[in-house]
């Protein structure tokens, strides 16, 4: 088990991950950083709690729209998927089959 520390708001928290995991846990709480400086230039020093919340509901909300554009991706892709493997439909009004056509055209 491996630690790191994370300096958010002036208060340094120390978290735990698994080896070789520190550096993805640096960016992400880097990343979250980022989003309560931010708040706190917007609306000041309201207190680590209400800052924090502030952010993990931001971050949340763009997670939340993240999945909802994946799931169009996917359904769009879906379609084409299925348009690309099911066959034609027959035309409507033309019974004959190609071999019809061509005993026509012969007696004609």
């Known amino acids: 088990m491996s630690q790191v520390s994370v300096t958010l708001n002036s208060r340094t928290y120390r978290l735990a991950c698994e080896d070789g995991e520190e550096g993805r846990l640096v960016e992400l709480a880097t990343y979250v950083k980022e989003r309560v400086e931010q708040l706190t230039l917007e609306f000041g020093q309201v207190g680590d709690d209400r800052l924090l919340l502030m952010a993990a509901l931001l971050i949340a909300d763009e ?19 299925r348009q690309l493997t ?23």
């Open 63 to 81: 997670l939340w729209d993240t999945r909802q554009a994946l799931e169009v991706q996917i359904e769009e892709a879906t379609e084409m998927l």
């Open 86 to 108: 099911e066959p034609e439909p027959k035309k409507t009004g033309d019974s004959n089959t190609p071999a019809q056509k061509t005993a026509a055209q012969k007696s004609a």
